[in-house]
């Protein structure tokens, strides 16, 4: 009589809430500006999805069902809705779901070597359909080669489109142009693009044209990648532009970026609903577009808007050379003659950042009419993060303040609720 083998009785996975805490800290936070993780968790049962929006700016979550907690993850600035391409959601359960599938590794000795590259498994499934996944990751990769090196003497720049759509030539592969360093100088990582298909085979060269295209949640110079993503479904397009970072696109916008290092998710939707003016959408757009388009030209900027009824604010801090309808100097007749009289959101987007990346802040007012550019701004009293951060906190206590370092973080500040005289960070980005 054959004696039949127990079964070992199987136990659900779990994870453990200090270790989960550590990594959300580590690996999780860093995607997203002035986002934070409360101190105390929320009991959850099994029949709870392990992500899972608890208000506008809090998100729960867990990696496991059976977890008897789940961490709450929280912003100042609400998260983008479920609609939205560019959702934070998205990220977090990339997030929790390759932490599942490593859950019980990490409880070893290999913890450390398995998370070293942890981030870059959130990007690629946070932006891919499951069938590119790998295919987005090889390509990730091989951008991050390519940036760490130099050819003849010079920065790498490159571009990469996934089309799960597309039949390629399977003998011609993703390889062929890595190995032999070809892909680094076939495509320029702003107007032209090696595609591939779900597979990495080659598929064709693209040389891309700007015309016509708004791209309004990318930098412009990387605007034709945005909008190639947008005309088919599950397009992924990865660039390496000449300062070293590496940028996302997916559905006809910029999902991440890495630079000086990190990984970071760029939420687009969110921000512009939290400018407290202008109120004309078109005008938000085209203040959001600069704002980009400055950070990714590595140009440090300061813009203000004016609210309405705010102008004699606005002129007591400013000197009569800088206000453009006095024509006063040199400088605000020269430009004056440049603009013509058009409104901000009217002038050429190349235009716009010009003009932003001149020392000094740029200053429109709530209909978009340019008020100034290259002001020095009168400040009363001295605050912490140089000149332009200060600039910009007293532009916002009139309307809206927005400061790009050179390194690329973004910051904007608007009044604080119920203090005419003080002002707050109302988004971060990068």
Same mark, same amino acid.
């Given at each position: 009589?054959?004696?039949?083998?127990?079964?070992?009785?199987?136990?659900? *996975?779990?994870?453990?809430?200090?270790?989960?805490?550590?990594?959300?800290?580590?690996?999780?936070?860093?995607?997203?500006?002035?986002?934070?993780?409360?101190?105390?968790?929320?009991?959850?049962?099994?029949?709870?999805?392990?992500?899972?929006?608890?208000?506008?700016?809090?998100?729960?979550?867990?990696?496991?069902?059976?977890?008897?907690?789940?961490?709450?993850?929280?912003?100042?600035?609400?998260?983008? *809705?479920?609609?939205?391409?560019?959702?934070?959601?998205?990220?977090?359960?990339?997030?929790? $779901?390759?932490?599942?599938?490593?859950?019980?590794?990490? *409880?070893?000795?290999?913890?450390?070597?398995?998370?070293?590259?942890?981030?870059?498994?959130?990007?690629?499934?946070?932006?891919?359909?499951?069938?590119?996944?790998?295919?987005?990751?090889?390509?990730?990769?091989?951008?991050?080669?390519?940036?760490?090196?130099?050819?003849?003497?010079?920065?790498?720049?490159?571009?990469?489109?996934?089309?799960?759509? &597309?039949? %390629?030539?399977?003998?011609?592969?993703?390889?062929?142009?890595?190995?032999?360093?070809?892909?680094?100088?076939?495509?320029?990582?702003?107007?032209?693009?090696?595609?591939?298909?779900?597979?990495?085979?080659?598929?064709?060269?693209?040389?891309?044209?700007?015309?016509?295209?708004?791209?309004?949640?990318?930098?412009?110079?990387?605007?034709?990648?945005?909008?190639?993503?947008?005309?088919?479904?599950?397009?992924? &397009?990865?660039?390496?532009?000449?300062?070293?970072?590496?940028?996302?696109?997916?559905?006809?916008?910029?999902?991440?970026?890495?630079?000086?290092?990190?990984?970071?998710?760029?939420?687009?939707?969110?921000?512009?609903?939290?400018?407290?003016?202008?109120?004309?959408? *078109?005008?938000?757009?085209?203040?959001?577009?600069?704002?980009?388009?400055?950070?990714?030209?590595?140009?440090?900027?300061?813009?203000?808007?004016?609210?309405? %009824?705010?102008?004699?604010?606005?002129?007591?801090?400013?000197?009569?050379?800088?206000?453009?309808?006095?024509?006063? $100097?040199?400088? $605000?007749? &020269?430009?004056?003659?440049?603009?013509?009289?058009?409104?901000?959101?009217?002038?050429?987007?190349?235009?716009?950042?010009?003009?932003?990346?001149?020392?000094?802040?740029?200053?429109?007012?709530?209909?978009?009419?340019?008020?100034?550019?290259?002001?020095?701004?009168?400040?009363?009293?001295?605050?912490?993060?140089?000149?332009?951060?200060?600039? &910009?906190?007293?532009?916002?206590?009139?309307?809206?303040?927005?400061?790009?370092?050179?390194?690329?973080?973004?910051?904007?500040?608007?009044?604080?609720?119920?203090?005419?005289?003080?002002?707050?960070?109302?988004?971060?980005?990068?």
């Amino acid at each position: 009589m054959a004696i039949k083998k127990r079964k070992r009785p199987s136990f659900p *996975k779990v994870m453990s809430e200090d270790l989960l805490r550590e990594i959300s800290e580590e690996y999780l936070l860093p995607f997203f500006s002035g986002a934070s993780i409360d101190s105390v968790s929320d009991e959850s049962s099994a029949s709870e999805a392990t992500v899972a929006f608890l208000n506008p700016q809090t998100i729960g979550f867990k990696v496991n069902k059976s977890d008897t907690y789940r961490l709450k993850f929280r912003r100042d600035q609400p998260f983008a *809705k479920k609609t939205d391409p560019a959702r934070e959601v998205r990220v977090v359960e990339a997030f929790a $779901s390759i932490l599942a599938e490593m859950n019980d590794e990490l *409880k070893g000795h290999l913890k450390e070597d398995l998370l070293s590259t942890f981030q870059r498994r959130v990007v690629a499934r946070a932006v891919s359909d499951a069938s590119v996944e790998k295919q987005v990751l090889i390509v990730l990769d091989q951008m991050s080669s390519w940036a760490a090196r130099l050819y003849e003497g010079s920065p790498i720049s490159s571009a990469v489109g996934i089309d799960p759509a &597309a039949i %390629g030539d399977r003998e011609v592969d993703i390889e062929a142009f890595a190995s032999n360093d070809i892909g680094a100088v076939l495509s320029n990582g702003h107007s032209s693009l090696l595609t591939f298909d779900s597979r990495l085979g080659f598929v064709e060269h693209l040389t891309l044209n700007s015309g016509g295209i708004s791209a309004k949640a990318a930098p412009w110079e990387q605007a034709q990648f945005a909008d190639w993503t947008a005309h088919g479904d599950g397009r992924v &397009a990865v660039a390496l532009n000449a300062h070293g970072e590496i940028l996302v696109f997916r559905d006809g916008q910029l999902l991440f970026s890495k630079r000086n290092g990190s990984w970071h998710f760029l939420t687009h939707s969110p921000v512009l609903s939290q400018m407290a003016v202008p109120r004309n959408p *078109k005008i938000r757009e085209a203040i959001y577009e600069t704002v980009l388009d400055a950070s990714f030209g590595r140009r440090g900027a300061c813009v203000g808007v004016v609210g309405s %009824g705010r102008s004699e604010e606005w002129q007591a801090m400013a000197s009569d050379d800088d206000r453009l309808e006095l024509k006063a $100097s040199k400088k $605000s007749k &020269a430009i004056s003659r440049i603009i013509q009289g058009r409104k901000f959101q009217d002038l050429d987007r190349t235009l716009r950042q010009e003009l932003v990346s001149i020392d000094g802040a740029t200053v429109i007012d709530h209909t978009g009419s340019v008020l100034a550019v290259g002001a020095i701004v009168r400040i009363r009293k001295s605050v912490e993060g140089g000149g332009r951060t200060a600039a &910009a906190e007293a532009l916002a206590k009139v309307g809206l303040g927005i400061k790009i370092s050179q390194d690329g973080s973004i910051i904007g500040f608007r009044p604080e609720t119920g203090k005419i005289s003080s002002s707050s960070a109302a988004f971060r980005l990068m």
